[in-house]
């Protein structure tokens, strides 16, 4: 593993190995990457001292740029410019249009959101993989070496298909995910360690196109959030939307605007909203298309009056969110301020309004969800061993499965903390029933049409039985990230399906591949070699962890055949993982693997055991 | 391990809830997948498994109801997946009774107080059922742990009135 350890400039390698790990902010409108430098969360900018990355990527016939450049150019190219990409993640072509009418991007499918731009066809998950990369590349210069890991950040509201194409796009950018993190979370460790405290923290975070409330509960280094709630399409880009409909109709123009006009009034929007966080009127000047003059003047009343219905959105979700977390507004000690559009003046003092208190804004809420991930990923890629630190985060939306008359049945409710495995049994409703259709559903309503759509899968060759005489039990897990797993088994037959959830408009792992691939950064030995390295690695970290628990616990907690065996396969491994055969690697690590689960589970429970012994005598 | 053995108590009804999350938060720095992000995938899968089910150790027995529900279970009485109905007539005369008063409570002249003071009627209930379930539970007698269940079976109905409340208070508080 030495050759994979960084040590800092000026630093010896020995002792202080730190590994280069970053936490990216993959947001609607900005993104941004940071890193822990000497003690310091701080977010990285580039060559130009710029930090934020417009997240837009704009797509020339044989190029892309990236950001601010890319922005400069939305005007004039709206569709080959993608702007605030995140908005599709995860979403069917008749989501996005419902959503967002006046998108100037040309759709080729009716379902799956691909764009067809001057380079030709692109999907959300390959812009945001640019976006990444590009971050990436910023990190990696100025850090002076390859990443070991990063930290990416998500709403806390985003379903598993925005999740699940969050970490593909992460991926394809060849980023190694350490772990998803929910934004309301990392703003959290962002102040908490600041400032050191202890009670119940609301953060309210209002980004471009996203909203999320999430209650947690700080204690002695553990961050647990409570409840989360929100909107995944509402943001400070619906504060434009509107005064774009404002300028609209103020200027008398009708019907629908043309694709460059909606663009410069969607400008002139941004910059009147950003002018009246100042002052109290703004006035807006622009030509429409047939080259008339207009001037609008908009005041801080009507702009507020305006965004107010919205706003007001956002605190109901707020009193949902304490509620669920059964807490009343004057048990939260602090209210933590996330996102470019709590800038708005309003926000902020309608925010204080609801909680009774001062919302905290002294680290800028453009950079707290970055600077939040950076710490985390310092702590997870192993910098600091010691440190008591762990996040708790929550599954967002309840998930389920599809019942007869189009009825969801939930398995997990929303709110439960994560990771979770549940299991419930349903059973077959026709005589010699042989197959059954699972599918799995994410949302709150009761009939699946509401529901967001996951993935359908058949769980075949079930024994003919009587109508309900099958068990069949289906088991869903989520794991830390928020994605999720699921399975389902005939229980006396044992038949079973089992499918990692993939969602209906994102990507299959062998397309990802496929673009990995196809992406210009690696020819396909560097890919050959990449994969086979990545392999090799995981063959050491196997073999040192094993090795390291054999010699504390193997004695007490193996049988010498089960010892033996362990040995086997781990000197068989250290043979293989020397030749270059990446699939006899991988084989040789299933094996130990297989040999020695059951030895990992018998050390968990006697860590449990040996952490408890000592209290256990006055307990009982 | 059951869970309660898991969280290192006497398994009971009776439970300290100012210390079971001090337990739940030993539990997780020692199985949260984060503690392993270095290690192999397979101490990843471990972790995962184990922190899941310290999860639904902890959700279940902070709950009196699903705690009642998981200790009838360690004795072989499963009511999760049952269809059995509640036959005591004087509790569903007073099941019916609540629920029509929660549906006219619109057109009452303090809407609000009225729920409010149905909210307090219920809560009272659940409390006397509750003391009833422990000493129900502390008993090893088949038929206590029948009637144990019969109680339950109550609870839940309580428990879901309570939530249709809930649910009403945020209409009528326009939030």
Known sequence: MAFLQISEPGQSTVPHQRKLAVGIDLGTTNSLVASVRSGEALTLPDSQGRHLLPSVVRYLADSVVIGQEAKQQASTDPS??????????????????????????????????????????????????????????????????????????VPAYFDDAQRQGTKDAAELAGLKILRLLNEPTAAAVAYGLDSGQEGIIAVYDLGGGTFDISILRLSKGVFEVLSTGGDSALGGDDFDALLVEFIRQSSELTGELSKRLHRVLLDKAKEAKEALSEESVYTVQFEDDTGKHHSVVISIDKFEKLIAPLVKNTLR???????????????????????????????????????????????DPDKVVSIGAAIQADILVGNKPDSDMLLLDVLPLSLGIETMGGLTEKVIQRNTTIPVAKAQEFTTFKDGQTAMMVHVLQGERELIKDCRSLAKF??????????????????????????????????????????????????????????????????????????????????????????????????????????????????????????????????????????????????????????FSGQSVDRI | MNYFELFNIPVSFDVDLSELPKTYQQLQRLTHPDKFASGSDQDKLVAIQKNAQVNDAYSVLKSPLSRAEYLLSLRGIDLQHEQQTIKDTAFLMQQMEWREELAEIADRTDPLSALESLEDEIKQTIKSDLTKLRHLLESDQATDEKSAADVIRQLKFSYKMLSEIELKEDLLSDL
């Not at chain 1, 996102?339 to 926000?347: L, N, Y």
């Open chain 1, 458 to 611: 058949t769980l075949k060759g079930i024994p003919p039985m009587a109508a309900g005489a099958a068990h069949i039990r289906v088991t869903f897990q989520v794991d830390a990230d928020g994605l999720l797993n699921v399975s389902a088994m005939e229980k006396s037959s044992g038949v079973q399906a089992e499918i990692q959830v993939k969602p209906s408009y994102g990507l299959e792992d062998s397309e990802i591949a496929e673009m990995l691939k196809a992406s210009m950064d690696y020819a396909d030995e560097d890919m050959q070699a990449r994969m086979l390295k990545e392999q090799q690695v995981e063959a050491s970290r196997v073999q040192e962890n094993l090795q390291a628990a054999m010699d504390a616990d193997g004695q007490a907690l193996l049988e010498t055949v089960e010892k033996q065996a362990i040995e086997m396969a781990l000197l068989n491994l250290s043979e293989v993982a020397k030749g270059n055969d990446k699939e006899a690697i991988k084989a040789a690590i299933e094996q130990v693997d297989k040999l020695s689960q059951a030895f990992a589970q018998r050390r968990m429970d006697q860590s449990i055991k040996s952490a």
């Open chain 1, 317 to 363: 979700a707020c009193r949902r969110a304490l509620k669920d977390a059964q807490l009343e507004k004057d048990q939260v000690i602090e209210v933590v301020m996330v996102g470019g559009s709590t800038r708005v003046p309003f926000v902020c003092q309608q925010v204080g309004e609801f909680f009774e208190r001062s919302p905290l804004t002294s680290i």
């Open chain 1, 80 to 153: 080959n410019t993608i702007i605030s990409v995140k908005r599709f993640l995860g979403r069917s072509v008749q989501d996005i249009k419902t959503a967002y009418p006046n998108l100037p991007y040309q759709f080729t499918d009716s379902l799956s959101p691909v764009m067809a731009v001057a380079s030709g066809n692109v999907n959300p998950v390959q812009v945001s993989a640019q976006i990444l990369k590009e971050l990436k590349k910023r990190a990696e210069q100025t850090l002076g070496d390859e990443l070991q890991g990063a930290v990416v950040t």
